[in-house]
């Protein structure tokens, strides 16, 4: 007999087509096995029972009860997607069921031996863990494998319906050990394998920021999948603390830095969210200009200077000469404090060199800006004595803006042993002889003296490194000591 008449043979006697009940099984036995997990969707409900398409030629079957809500109502209909464990193969079904069904001690060995989770209420706390009614019997879960949130306290568990593996089931069911943390790890397990088969390397994904670390924070990419963001990754700024960056819950996009697996075979995505935002240095001729006053934080000091936040990830340095008018300055923490906000004057941008020159004292405006009509040769003015040298006195006449009272002028004048006895704070008045904008200079003398173009060069430039001197003073006293010394040895 040939195998067409064989076939047709067959069918005349009503039985099944062999070679598709074959490719069925086939099918089903390379794409699915007994405790695993699918999705699929409702075909049509018969009877007591539930039709699913889960993507092979081979129908699943569940029971209708399987469906049912705790007023009997049916939660899912056709057309309906639902999530099933498979708990049997063969070539005619798949028989499905969303936990483990029965009762006793052989029902519960039949769960553990195929892995299938079973349903369980919460009966109460107890030492090291929770009492669990399950399959008619009493099981015991260890507190560390109920798997939920820390905070959650152990009365609020009880009464609660979730699913467990069973782990255990000996002397004949009288030490019967759950894990709803053991089923959790698995479909984290599982979700992972999918997401890494499509995941590589310098891609970008979206997540939610899920917890905070001191090194970091932790990013969902998946249902209970995370990658981590370093610290360092997390913004083009300079930030202390994770939560200075983003906050629970906030929605992020993060370049994929790299995929491994520790010595214990758990793997680790590292993730970037700044790297995902671009590099902030990129158009920055676009963003910023040179002259212009910008408000900025101050993220960092440095003997020689501050440097301000302008833009996310972007810093300028005001150098020490450039953060005051007013006063001489020795140390940045004398005009500003790390977080202060700051107005400041970009001077020069340099952005193949990443680097910007900014003043502090430039944003507040130039005082010697309009100094000529304000302090004109032969005008009146009243200022503060700032400072007395052997080359005359130091007159304050206005924030940013000091004059010089010449020696040789207070030597000639009428009533110089007036202008002898003054000590610094002392107010007086005087007239201007010259004023130098450019040299930022201006040369005093008491009322009725005639007007000189004469600026004593010796005198500003010791005026200019007075503080310097200060700071020596005791330097250079100790060296004189010490030389008188030697001479006398």
């Known amino acids: ?153 152990a009365d609020s568990l009880v009464g609660r319906t979730l699913q467990f593996l069973v782990i255990r089931v000996e002397n004949r069911g009288r030490n019967i050990v759950v894990s709803h943390r053991a089923l959790l790890d698995r479909e984290r397990q599982a979700q992972l394998e999918v997401l890494l088969e499509k995941l590589n390397v310098g891609d970008t994904v979206e997540g939610k920021i899920t917890r905070f670390a001191p090194f970091g924070a932790f990013m969902e990419l998946d249902s209970a999948v995370e990658g981590m963001i370093h610290l360092s990754e997390l913004s083009w700024s300079r930030v202390g603390a994770p939560d200075e960056a983003v906050s629970l819950g906030d929605i992020v996009r993060a370049k994929v830095l790299s995929i491994s697996k520790n010595d214990k075979g758990q793997v680790r995505i590292s993730l970037s969210r700044k790297q995902a935002q671009g590099d902030p240095w990129q158009d920055v001729d676009q963003k910023l200009e040179s002259g212009a006053v910008v408000q900025g934080r101050v993220v960092r000091l440095a003997p020689f200077g501050v440097f301000v936040e302008i833009l996310p990830g972007i810093e300028g340095l005001a150098h020490i000469s450039e953060l005051s008018w007013t006063k001489r300055v020795t140390k940045p923490e004398e005009i500003v404090h790390v977080g202060d906000t700051v107005a400041v004057k970009i001077k020069d941008i340099n952005s193949e060199s990443r680097r910007i020159s900014l003043s502090l004292r430039e944003a507040e405006g130039d005082p010697w800006q309009d100094a000529a009509q304000r302090f004109a040769a032969g005008s009146l003015v009243q200022g503060t004595v700032d400072g007395r040298s052997p080359h005359g006195l130091f007159i304050a006449l206005a924030p940013g803006i000091t004059g010089l009272l010449p020696a040789g002028v207070i030597k000639n004048a009428k009533n110089s042993g007036q202008y002898s006895k003054l000590d610094k704070g002392d107010s007086v008045t005087l007239i201007v002889q010259n004023i130098d904008t450019t040299a930022r200079r201006i040369s005093l003398a008491p009322e009725g003296t005639e007007a000189t173009a004469a600026v004593d060069d010796k005198a500003w430039k010791q005026h200019a490194n007075l503080g310097r001197a200060t700071e020596n003073t005791g330097i250079n006293t100790l060296a004189q000591a010490l030389h008188k010394a030697m001479q006398n040895k």
Not at 31 to 54: C, E, M, N
Not at 131 to 141: D, L, R, W
Request: hydrophobic share 40%; with cysteine.
């Open 1 to 153: 007999m040939t195998e067409e008449k064989f076939a047709a043979s067959m069918q005349e006697e009503g039985v099944e087509d062999f070679a598709a009940m074959l490719a069925a099984h086939e099918t089903s036995g390379h794409r699915l096995q007994t405790g695993q997990k699918v999705t699929g969707t409702v075909i049509a409900i018969t009877g007591d029972s539930v039709f699913v398409d889960v993507g092979i030629k081979v129908d699943g079957i569940m029971e209708r009860k399987e469906i049912l809500d705790a007023e009997g109502k049916e939660t899912a209909g056709p057309g309906d997607t639902v999530e099933a464990w498979v708990i049997g193969v063969s070539s005619q079904e798949i028989r499905l069921s969303r936990s483990m069904s029965g009762s006793g001690v052989a029902a519960l060995e039949e769960a553990r031996d195929a892995g299938l989770p079973v349903e369980g209420r919460i009966a109460g706390a107890c030492k090291g863990g929770y009492s669990v009614e399950v399959m008619g019997k009493t099981a015991f879960c260890p507190g560390s494998q109920i798997g939920l949130a820390t905070t959650e306290e």
